[in-house]
């Protein structure tokens, strides 16, 4: 259904002949302004002009869209999924790439719980939506392609089964890095996802910070399972959790700790996990006008969870400035409108 709409009466815009303009330069195309948007009203090839895209973050819910019209004429848009009608053919929503820490450990402590963090593995990827593209990837010292892109369960579930331990060295940040431009080189893909398996033990050099930033220029939101195959407690695990956390916080991905010595509880941990994925990817798309593409601001009211409190949501308020790219210009004139008072 259109999304509902509010006139505004008072501020300045400019009418141009029979399209609008707004012409309030400082209003933002996106939310938020830095980072990874979850409303992008200018997004970048390939989504269409003329369109917004929704990138809910997880755990995040969406309560309500709003449009508010700019100018004299009201504008109507629709959060549009694939499958529905006016989704693009030749654009794919959601992409994720799950890269695989298959270094051994030190005395090669994890390979006898590695047939059952295989089977976490598929409980995850089985989680995620059955249209999402999955690549394989694993590294040690080394990054290695072990399946392309695929929304074949049989065949990621095939892939899974034939991972094996090998190596010595654990170069998070490094194949991190390079998974992101892996990313980055798909030209049909809306939404970047990256999700890092691994007990978060760097052994190389590269800064965790120059990661983060081109995985938020590159619009890849990464997200980790941290699979800990050391005993519950020891410090090890808890220096390896804060590396992961360290490393998906600044990009809006989430977290979790699979323990294997507590099979019951990290089997809830993956499912739950990818859960979560899956929930966020369902929640996302891409706004369209229905009809002529008129300037607006488009609202969207999340459901945003509390920190420190697991379960409980309060909702915020997020907006971003729509300008259709094409417009009629001929003489202009100045008329008053109101500019709008949004929370963030």
């Not at 998070?172 to 890095?177: A, D, L, Q, Y």
Request: hydrophobic share 40%; net charge negative.
């Amino acid at each position: 259904m259109p999304l509902p709409f509010r006139n505004i009466i008072c501020g300045v815009f400019i009418l141009f002949g029979a399209t609008a303009v707004f012409a309030q330069d400082d209003e933002a195309t996106r939310y938020p302004l830095a980072g990874i948007p979850i409303l992008d009203c200018a997004p970048h090839s390939p989504a269409p002009q003329d369109t917004c895209l929704v990138r809910l973050p997880p755990r995040f819910g969406l309560a309500d869209l709003q449009s508010d019209a700019l100018g004299p004429v009201e504008g109507a848009f629709r959060l549009v999924k694939p499958g529905r009608v006016n989704f693009p053919d030749d654009v794919n929503l959601s992409a994720t790439l799950l890269l695989v820490d298959l270094s051994p450990g030190p005395n090669a402590g994890r390979r006898s719980t590695f047939e059952f963090e295989k089977e976490l593995l598929l409980a995850l990827v089985e989680e995620l939506p059955r249209t999402e593209l999955i690549a394989i990837y694993g590294f040690n010292e080394d990054l290695r392609l072990f399946q392309d892109f695929t929304t074949d369960l049989d065949t990621l579930a095939d892939t899974i089964d034939a991972l094996e331990l090998g190596g010595s060295n654990t170069r998070i940040g490094t194949f991190v890095s390079d998974s992101i431009t892996v990313l980055a080189d798909r030209d049909d893909i809306l939404l970047r996802n990256l999700i890092l398996v691994s007990d978060g033990q760097e052994e190389g050099s590269t800064n965790l910070d120059d990661v983060v930033a081109k995985a938020i220029e590159e619009g890849v939101v990464i997200s980790a399972v941290g699979s800990f195959w050391r005993s519950f407690g020891s410090s090890e695990n808890g220096a390896g959790m804060d590396y992961l956390r360290a490393l998906t916080e600044g990009t809006s991905g989430i977290t979790a700790q699979a323990q294997l010595d507590r099979p019951n509880d990290a089997r809830t941990e993956a499912q739950a996990f990818g859960n979560t994925i899956f929930e966020a990817i369902q929640a996302s798309g891409l706004i369209l006008p229905d009809g002529e593409p008129q300037p607006s601001t488009i609202t969207m009211i999340l459901n945003e969870p509390v920190l420190g409190a697991p379960g409980d949501f309060r909702e915020s308020e997020i907006s971003a400035v729509f300008r259709p790219v094409q417009a009629t210009l001929e003489s202009p004139q100045k008329m008053r409108v109101c500019p709008q008072n949004l929370k963030s």
